[in-house]
């Protein structure tokens, strides 16, 4: 995994346990602007300028009176619309948030298992490779002692053809040295007949 991806990835992590670590303080302090605000709207609109003593007060017409009651109610409609889609919306982003976080959480998981997955078909693809290397080692080795048998199996016929030469060769010098003893034994057999 990329060391950028995995700081990124960090880095949200720790914004979002930051950010849920302090949600309460903002919740409330938003309740508290939210009341804030309507306090004081309430109060500007209700109070009309205080009267002094050279002014007398003059009752507001009553239409005014009925149009501004009207406002409020309308503002005080729209404030609890805005707090309940507020509401909504902040439920929203936490559920979207503890989404992304089991998403990041899970991708971490399969960028890690991915890498283990890559390292395990390297050394398979090694070992692989190792393992043809020595094949093809032993196909040579194998080439290799083949010929030599080969070789000496010739050596061995000739050495067969040359011992059966010298054998014939031999009987034959044998048979024909008996046959010069036998012929010298007649002769000098002869030789003492006559002597």
């Known amino acids: 995994m990329a060391a950028w991806r995995s700081d990124l990835l960090s880095a949200f992590a720790e914004r979002d346990i930051r950010e849920k670590s302090q949600a309460s303080i903002i919740s409330e302090y938003s309740r508290l602007a939210d009341r804030a605000a309507i306090s004081t709207s309430v109060a500007t609109t209700a109070t009309a300028s205080p009267p002094t003593d050279q002014q007398q007060p003059t009752p507001p017409p009553s239409s005014d009176l009925q149009a501004l009651h009207t406002t409020v109610t309308t503002l005080r409609t729209d404030l609890a619309t805005s707090q309940k889609d507020r509401t909504t919306l902040q439920t929203q982003l936490t559920t979207a948030t503890s989404s992304l976080l089991l998403l990041q959480k899970s991708s971490a998981a399969n960028l890690r298992e991915l890498d283990k997955v890559k390292m395990e078909r390297f050394q398979l693809e090694q070992k692989f490779k190792s393992k043809e290397d020595e094949a093809k080692l032993n196909r040579k080795m194998i080439e290799n002692l083949q010929d030599e048998i080969i070789a000496l199996n010739i050596?061995?016929?000739?050495?067969?053809?040359?011992?059966?030469?010298?054998?014939?060769e031999n009987e034959?010098?044998?048979?024909?040295?008996?046959?010069?003893?036998?012929d010298e034994a007649e002769a000098m057999n002869n030789n003492s007949k006559y002597s």
């Not at 050596?155 to 014939?168: F, Y």
């Not at 034959?172 to 036998?182: D, G, H, N, P």
């Open 172 to 182: 034959e010098l044998i048979s024909r040295w008996m046959a010069l003893k036998k």
């Open 155 to 168: 050596q061995l016929n000739i050495g067969e053809q040359t011992k059966m030469r010298l054998k014939s």
